[in-house]
Every structure is written in structure tokens, then in C-alpha cells.
């Protein structure tokens, strides 16, 4: 079935804070290029 061993708690935390990261980056590029689109029209 190629079931992958339990990652520790520390892998999971590594894990969680990257996707986090990415969210975070990707609300931010977004607002601002929303902002950047405001301002020039």
C-alpha cells in the first residue's frame, strides 16, 4: 500500500508553518497588487 511513516511532531511543525508561510505571501502579493490596481485607476 506504501503507507509512509509517521513524520515526527517536528516535521508536522516544519510542514504547517511553510503552508502558512505560503498563504501568508500569497494574501500579501495579492492585497497589494489590489492595492497597485486601486491607486492606478
Sequence with gaps: MG???????????FMSL???ER???FE???FS???N???LT
Design 3 to 13: 503507507v509512509k511513516q509517521i513524520k515526527s511532531p517536528v516535521e508536522i511543525l
Design 18 to 20: 511553510e503552508i502558512k
Design 23 to 25: 498563504i501568508g505571501n
Design 28 to 30: 500579501e502579493i495579492r
Design 33 to 35: 497588487a489590489s492595492l
Design 37 to 39: 490596481f486601486l491607486l
